[in-house]
């Protein structure tokens, strides 16, 4: 990783385009308009310049304002189960009555427990929250952090950004997430970052009055108290224009010191990193980007397409499921038929993923390619409904890795399909002409042959712990695991407990990383 000007980057991919393309996501994730996120690094980056703040400190609140909440979607799968839409619930964050503190938002939490669902199902699930939930949730938000800040590691940033961004639900009184800072304990740029994201809310929705009243409501409670007076008293100056200004640009374009300019292996590796990050919003997508990049690439190679060819369509795979993030996980984890609207909602997917990437010239090629992915030779695709050789070839190849990569993945309406049976539907897809012919055989070709994963698992783990990690990470409960496998619930129990010990896990989707990174999941 380097750093040169801005000019001398033209061409190549830097770290701010990434991060900010992968922010547009986030604000869907949060029921925002896209732009909340670079618009709250923009009053963020004016707040540390009223305070004075050298260029290495403004570079760690940069960002810490765009990488904030990107570990919020990863227990979508949760929220999900405990409160309804995720994305109904992580958009009542900025509501005046959940902010002050974790016991606060506990007891409005409570009052969401299955929400949308009819009185005698609230009821149960209520009682199942009760007797076990409690436990999963209160971790929930300390999980957020300690996951952004495994990003930012991943991601190369420094020290200063991976701290506070760990650190971002503190808050000022010690009653945040997970409540081991307070005050100035509290890294000045995490504590920046806060108050610029929900200044940033509260001036879209109530202007510079709201942002006036956000900061004396919130001032040596949540806010640092000194950071709130200055908002306070210089409000129409810190965010004058804010509303209308190009964000993407300025945020891009004003990117602290030097810009952080990513090689070629660079750009691979974050790309895996992220993609990664956005498969943990379902325990049924845990590792699908991975898997379908790299048989798409393979294929590629197979085919004879040039190396440069075979990178892109590697890297398109990579970035494909982006879209994901901006769909509420009552539609991707749902285990019933989808409704006409749910399905209208999943048909945005590839549309969401090219909007987050367009606006940067050097992911716009990936974009063009990710948004053709589940288009289909006969028209029957989406988002646009383009058919034939209006679809490129490489963007055939995705289409079938995809559809191969999901239909030997579990999903919440089937079990995993055997690799004849994916292998069969894939080619009755051709058969009917929505994938084309010699891309499937090439496809199933290249896949004709996978080998198993070893089985002396990473970490110390058993053969045994690895079977029950792999379901535990596609979200199946202990009783459900030692059905699956033939054990009782608490030997099923005491394996996951060696489990979360060995690997250093507290939940779920820590776990789940770990199996995704260790190249436990997929299965092949």
């Not at 922010?23 to 994730?29: F, T, V």
């Amino acid at each position: 990783m380097t750093r040169m000007s801005s000019e001398a980057a033209d061409g190549r991919v830097r770290m701010a385009e990434l991060v900010a393309a992968l922010s547009l996501g986030i604000d869907l994730g949060f029921g925002q308009p896209m732009e909340h996120v670079l618009r709250q690094c923009l009053i963020a980056l004016r707040l540390a310049d009223f305070i004075g703040l050298d260029e290495e400190a403004r570079a760690a609140v940069y960002y810490t304002a765009l990488l904030v909440n990107v570990g919020c979607h990863s227990d979508a799968h949760e929220q999900t189960k405990w409160f309804g839409d995720d994305i109904a619930m992580k958009s009542r964050k900025y509501d005046a009555e959940f902010q002050g503190g974790a016991l606060r938002a506990a007891v409005h939490g409570l009052r969401a427990i299955g929400a949308g669902q009819p009185p005698l199902h609230r009821f149960r699930v209520g009682l199942e929250f009760l007797l076990s939930g409690r436990r999963e949730v209160d971790d929930m938000i300390s999980s957020h952090a300690r996951l952004a800040r495994a990003l930012a590691e991943q991601l190369g940033l420094s020290h200063a950004v991976t701290t506070a961004v760990g650190s971002a639900y503190e808050h000022w009184n010690g009653e945040g997430w997970p409540g081991s800072l307070s005050g100035a304990e509290i890294p000045l740029a995490a504590r920046i970052a806060s108050l610029a994201e929900f200044a940033e809310v509260a001036h879209r929705i109530g202007g510079v009055d709201g942002v006036i009243a956000l900061t004396k409501r919130g001032g040596g409670r949540q806010f640092d108290p000194a950071l709130s007076k200055l908002l306070r008293d210089n409000a129409p100056s810190v965010l004058e224009g804010i509303e209308s200004v190009w964000a993407w640009n300025a945020v891009v374009s004003g990117e602290p010191a030097l810009s952080v300019v990513l090689s070629e292996q660079e750009f691979d590796n974050a790309l895996l990193a992220v993609a990664n990050f956005v498969d943990l919003k379902s325990p049924y997508t845990l590792g699908h980007c991975c898997s379908v990049a790299e048989l798409a690439a393979a294929t590629g190679n197979v085919l004879g397409l040039p190396n440069h060819e075979v990178r892109t369509l590697r890297r398109a795979g990579l970035v494909a499921g982006f879209g994901r993030l901006g769909i509420s996980n009552s539609i991707w984890d749902k285990p019933g038929p989808l409704g006409a609207g749910e399905w209208e909602r999943v048909r945005m997917q590839p549309y969401i993923t090219d909007r987050m990437l367009r606006q940067s010239s050097t992911l716009l090629p990936l974009a063009a390619l990710a948004i053709q992915f589940r288009e289909r030779l006969d028209g029957s695709g989406y988002p646009r409904g383009i058919s034939g050789a209006a679809i490129s070839r490489p963007g055939r190849i995705l289409a079938v890795a995809d559809v191969y990569r999901a239909l030997r993945q579990p999903r919440p309406h089937r079990a995993a399909h055997s690799e004849d049976e994916a292998a069969r539907i894939t080619r009755d897809e051709a058969r009917a002409g929505r994938l084309d012919h010699d891309i499937v055989e090439a496809v199933l070709s290249t896949a004709g042959h996978p080998t198993r994963l070893r089985r002396d698992g990473p970490a110390g783990l058993t053969v045994r712990e690895i079977d029950v990690l792999r379901l535990l990470a596609r979200g199946l409960s202990t009783r459900q695991i030692a059905e699956r496998l033939a054990l009782s619930p608490k030997t099923a129990g005491n394996h996951i407990e060696h489990i979360y010990s060995k690997i250093n896990a507290k939940n779920r989707v820590g776990a789940s990383l770990f199996a995704v990174e260790h190249g436990l999941l997929p299965e092949e």
